[in-house]
T-cell receptor
């Protein structure tokens, strides 16, 4: 069971790069790592997903070391609108099996200041 | 493309009652997931439906149940409501047949309040 651990909160300033790390020591071979962003009173929104090494899209980068026991979400040049809770998700749901379940991290509350 | 829609937005019940929450997935998505998010806490996986069948469930008692209809929409039913069931219930959908390698798309949830 891939339990995840994230920092509870982080603060940064506009224009800075922010890195949020998620620990998942018991990640299974089939598990992907996905990051979501959630604003108050809204559902989570997909940011980025990866399996190993580095993935980059138009909003973020995801760094995954070779042992895959952690991952780091990198947000370049944050703005006030990036203030939100960020969750990492690790897991695969096999059919009819309790061997692995979707586990969301507890979330990191990111606050961006002017 | 319409996103995942959930209804109702808010639902107020009393202890012992039953609640039904509804979810319409994105067109073309056959998998629907339900999550519970208690106030200030993270998401807890509840149920996964795909092609009309329950494929997996989280660590919740049997009074949490649901179903998926032929059009892939889904209902979550919570019986014998307890105060601690008060939470935001989120529905997500994906095309994923082996959940984990395709992102889930979330609705904005149903806020269930138990008085």
């Amino acid at each position: 069971l891939a339990k995840t651990t994230q920092p509870i909160s982080m603060d940064s300033y506009e224009g800075q790069e922010v890195n949020i790390t998620c620990s998942h020591n018991n990640i299974a071979t089939n598990d992907y790592i996905t990051w979501y962003q959630q604003f108050p009173s809204q559902g989570p929104r997909f940011i980025i997903q990866g399996y190993k090494t580095k993935v980059t899209n138009e909003v973020a980068s995801l760094f995954i070391p070779a042992d895959r026991k952690s991952s780091t979400l990198s947000l370049p040049r944050v703005s006030l609108s990036d203030t939100a809770v960020y969750y990492c998700l690790v897991g695969v749901l096999p059919r009819y099996s309790s061997a692995s379940k979707i586990i969301f991290g507890s979330g990191t509350r990111l606050s961006i200041r002017p | 493309e319409a996103g995942v829609t959930q209804s109702p937005t808010h639902l107020i019940k009393t202890r012992g009652q039953q609640a039904t929450l509804r979810c319409s997935p994105i067109s073309g998505h056959t998998s629907v997931y339900w999550y519970q998010q208690a106030l200030g806490l993270g998401l807890q996986f509840l149920l996964w439906y795909d092609e009309g069948e329950e494929r997996n469930r989280g660590n919740f008692p049997p009074r949490f149940s649901g179903r998926q209809f032929p059009n892939y929409s889904s209902e979550l039913n919570v019986n014998a409501l307890e105060l601690e069931d008060s939470a935001l219930y989120l529905c997500a959908s994906s095309t994923d047949k082996t959940p984990g390698d395709q992102p889930q798309h979330f609705g904005d949830g149903t806020r269930l309040s138990i008085l």
